[in-house]
């Protein structure tokens, strides 16, 4: 099945300038026989937060894996800003690898647990080689913006709750300040007050930089305050 959102496309008249935004083109991702994304057209603009509905296996998390250059699609291709993406993860350049960023649901199982709260802000700073005191700048910056005080800074996974990795986590994310930010049930394991926060803490950070917002959340009241739009994506 195709699923086509409107504005989901780059098209623009001859000699205008490409749209901006996060898009893909006709993507589809399949594990082994099971196809679970068909043909998928969606973008992303700047400034906007594109809620994604959808049953289970409907491919919403591959949709977003694929978003953060983390899954090279079987076929159909991204663009980001109106230029092709060609490749995901390592074989593309830091520079395009930076500003897209993904807040997981599970902050347990997208963190190392031999690395402290502080080190697992600092990952993406020192895979692209940011000087260390500058790292430690960046990342004592984050951690007051996303109310980590400086003791959980110094303890691993192990030794913190769930509420509070999945705060480091959101403070990893935002470290290269990314222009977009995918949220794969990003709130679905934290307690009422740490959601409220968390969302609180990325509607200020899209609103100071104009940053797109992909979120997928099975919770209604949720998708209605946070969602520009709402996409729906059926099965494949």
Not at 99 to 113: H, N
């Amino acid at each position: 099945m195709t699923v086509t959102v409107p504005d989901a496309t780059d098209a623009v008249a001859p000699g205008a300038a490409p749209a901006a935004g996060l898009a893909a083109h006709q993507v589809s991702v399949a594990y082994g026989r099971q196809r679970v994304l068909d043909r998928v057209d969606l973008r992303i603009a700047p400034g906007e937060t594109v809620g994604l509905r959808g049953p289970s296996g409907s491919g919403k998390s591959t949709l977003a894996r694929v978003f953060a250059l983390l899954h090279a699609p079987d076929s159909g291709h991204l663009t980001l800003d109106g230029s092709p993406v060609p490749g995901a993860r390592h074989r593309l350049p830091a520079s395009v690898r930076t500003r897209v960023a993904i807040l997981f649901q599970s902050p347990r199982a997208a963190t190392d647990p031999r690395l402290s709260l502080a080190d697992i802000v600092a990952e993406p700073l020192r895979a692209t080689g940011t000087p260390r005191e500058q790292a430690a700048a960046r990342t004592a910056e984050l951690a007051d913006l996303v109310g980590l005080t400086a003791d959980l800074l110094t303890r691993r996974p192990h030794a913190v709750s769930d509420g509070q990795l999945q705060r480091a986590c959101l403070a990893r994310a935002l470290v290269h300040r990314p222009d977009y930010l995918l949220c794969d049930e990003a709130t679905a394991m934290l307690d009422a007050s740490t959601q409220a926060h968390v969302a609180a803490v990325i509607g200020d950070y899209q609103r100071r930089q104009g940053a797109g917002v992909l979120v997928i959340t099975h919770d209604p009241a949720l998708m209605a305050r946070w969602a520009t739009r709402v996409v729906d994506l059926p099965a494949a």
